[in-house]
């Protein structure tokens, strides 16, 4: 079973960046369809951006351009690399991944994705 370990959340001022990282166990993350996910306080979880098994693609509107995922095999390893970050970006960040097999990215339902981590807290602020 998959389990993950994230890191690199913090604070930023508008217009920053940072890079989290989602570190794998468990299984091979170039297995899975695998990506990121964002939860702001008093709303529903959303997908950020998702990759298939196969290195499709799916971002959300308001993270394109900005926000690049990438994996590393070598380190089983997923990341967010988040730029020009923006006030309503502020969330705790997930990642997940669908179970072995399904390798679609399903345009990044939360509803088919089966193993999370902790999160990580994201503040844009001034």
């Known amino acids: 079973q998959l389990q993950f370990v994230e890191s690199g959340g913090g604070l930023v001022h508008p217009g920053g960046s940072l890079r989290l990282s989602c570190a794998a166990s468990?299984?091979?993350?170039?297995?899975?369809?695998v990506g990121w996910f964002r939860q702001a306080p008093g709303k529903e979880r959303e997908g950020v951006v998702c990759i298939s098994s196969t290195g499709d693609t799916f971002y959300a509107d308001s993270v394109k351009g900005r926000f690049i995922i990438s994996r590393d095999n070598a380190k089983n390893t997923l990341y967010l690399h988040a730029n020009n970050l923006k006030p309503e970006d502020t969330a705790v960040y997930y990642c997940?991944?669908?179970?072995?097999?399904?390798?679609?990215?399903?345009?990044?339902?939360?509803?088919?994705?089966?193993?999370w981590g902790q999160g990580t807290q994201v503040t844009v602020s001034s």
């Open positions: 997940a991944a669908r179970k072995f097999g399904s390798n679609s990215h399903s345009r990044c339902s939360t509803y088919v994705y089966d193993y």
């Open positions: 468990g299984s091979t993350l170039d297995y899975h369809a």
